[in-house]
């Protein structure tokens, strides 16, 4: 069974940064993508960031790009976001996901490419 367990997020003023991490557990990543997505109060999940461990691949979405940075240890399985300069409209609750390399890298942005998800970790930034 898949697990994946998130941790790092927390209060933190406009222009503050936080680091994510994601612990993956169950099988075996090398051949499988790794996302973070988030989801604000009111609205539907959106793609933040995602890499390949295969090829080091990386996928933004515009918002973030420049501030947020994500990278992976395939030996570990982890995976971690880096976010610099939050804003208050990067509050949310942020999703770790893992998806099959053949949905993944032609869908990075798609959250239906991934199959499991962790349980969430709330990130509030104030203004």
């Known amino acids: 069974q898949v697990q994946l367990v998130e941790s790092g997020g927390g209060l933190v003023q406009a222009g503050g940064s936080l680091r994510l991490s994601c612990a993956a557990s169950?099988?075996?990543?090398?051949?499988?993508?790794m996302g973070w997505f988030r989801q604000a109060p009111g609205k539907g999940r959106e793609f933040v960031a995602a890499?390949?461990?295969?090829?080091?691949?990386?996928y933004y979405v515009d918002t973030v790009k420049g501030r947020f940075t994500i990278s992976g240890d395939s030996a570990k399985n982890t995976v971690d976001l880096q976010m610099n300069n939050l804003k208050p409209e990067d509050t949310a609750v942020y999703y770790c996901?893992?998806?099959?390399?053949?949905?993944?890298?032609?869908?990075?942005?798609?959250?239906?490419?991934?199959?499991?998800w962790g349980q969430g970790t709330q990130v509030t930034v104030s203004s």
């Open positions: 169950g099988r075996k990543f090398s051949t499988r993508g």
């Open positions: 996901a893992t998806g099959d390399n053949r949905y993944t890298r032609l869908r990075p942005t798609a959250a239906a490419a991934y199959d499991y």
């Open positions: 890499i390949t461990w295969s090829d080091g691949s990386t």
